[in-house]
């Protein structure tokens, strides 16, 4: 039964109105991290990001965090994002996971960084780049619901989202507050709004 309350209330926090194709992408079984930190893109100190944000997933990519930031290998530790979103609780744990970490972290856009994907990207503190194709999507983080608590909750959690946002670059004031609106914006777009310090062709070490 409390496992029941606590799944539903990660899904009554979604940090975006989810269609029936993004939840079917939700993780559900955590990787063996000790089987992870011997991979090829563990040793090049890449994490991909290529699902639905929930707080499993945000566990997972934070003990990667973790472990790279104490690889003397790896000087540098990439996200590489291509997902269509997720829940704002579970965004706000990889943000906190990067200022805990000593190496920079870098962000890429592969293809999509939609919702809480795109607060992601916006919470490196290392570069930001950007596919030349690739699409960025923020709105305002939705309640189902009627409790005040909750909504008291997603208050706090849609100003760290904008907070974020704001401070990843200078994205059109008019746009906040925002709202349930879907603002899709291309790479080429959120370099001018300086939201990416660079759009790449290749990896950013090969360039």
């Not at 003397?72 to 579970?90: C, E, H, K, W, Y």
Request: proline letters at 5%; hydrophobic letters at 45%.
């Amino acid at each position: 039964m409390w496992k029941a309350l606590v799944i539903g209330l990660c899904w009554i926090l979604a940090g975006c109105a989810m269609s029936v194709e993004e939840t079917t992408s939700m993780h559900t079984m955590p990787l063996d991290i000790n089987e992870w930190i011997g991979s090829p893109a563990a040793a090049k100190g890449c994490i991909f990001i290529h699902e639905g944000i929930d707080p499993i997933l945000a566990q997972e990519i934070a003990d990667k965090i973790l472990a790279l930031d104490q690889r003397p290998d790896v000087q540098r530790i990439t996200l590489m994002i291509n997902s269509f979103g997720g829940q704002a609780v579970a965004f706000r744990v990889i943000y906190n996971c990067l200022r805990l970490t000593h190496k920079p972290v870098d962000t890429v856009n592969l293809g999509n960084c939609y919702s809480a994907a795109c607060a992601v990207f916006a919470s490196a503190t290392g570069m930001r780049y950007a596919c030349e194709n690739a699409h960025f999507m923020v709105h305002r983080p939705q309640l189902v619901g009627p409790s005040k608590g909750l909504k008291d909750l997603l208050d706090f959690e849609v100003k760290t989202y904008e907070a974020t946002l704001k401070k990843g670059g200078s994205l059109p004031a008019e746009w906040f507050p925002l709202t349930e609106e879907k603002r899709f914006f291309t790479a080429q777009q959120a370099l001018q709004y300086k939201f990416v310090d660079r759009i790449i062709t290749g990896l950013p070490a090969s360039e």
